[in-house]
């Protein structure tokens, strides 16, 4: 699986973007897909994933209620809306595929895309 991150960009406090990974190969509707962000000076933490299915999904405490995940298997697409963003949310954020049990843990996942920028300005 390939992974190609999109739709960050610059927006101010309160504001939404909706992020894409597009992802290629034929194992895409099989496996789970998380989002990853890395704020400056900061290790990579743990955003929001969801099952192959889309019927479970999961979420850092600090974006409950705002951001919401959501894949399009004929699109081979996940999405992350992300709604009343704030400074905190500033970030490079990452997608990734999910290879082995904990979907809240970094190590578990695998195919990392290249990321793209998110800027919070107030």
């Known amino acids: 699986v390939q992974l190609q991150a999109s739709g960050g960009g610059l927006v101010q406090t309160g504001g939404s973007l909706r992020l894409s990974c597009a992802a290629s190969?034929?194992?895409?509707?099989?496996?789970?897909m998380g989002w990853f962000r890395q704020a400056p000076g900061k290790e990579r933490a743990f955003v929001a994933a969801?099952?192959?299915?889309?019927?479970?999904?999961y979420y850092a405490d600090s974006v409950k209620g705002r951001f919401t995940i959501s894949r399009d298997s004929a699109k081979n697409t996940v999405y992350l809306q992300m709604n009343s963003l704030n400074s905190e949310d500033t970030a490079v954020y990452y997608c990734?595929?999910?290879?082995?049990?904990?979907?809240?843990?970094?190590?578990?996942?695998?195919?990392w895309g290249q990321g793209t920028q998110v800027t919070v300005s107030s």
């Open positions: 190969g034929r194992t895409f509707s099989a496996v789970a």
């Open positions: 990734a595929s999910l290879q082995r049990p904990g979907v809240y843990l970094e190590s578990s996942y695998g195919h």
């Open positions: 969801i099952n192959w299915s889309g019927g479970n999904t």
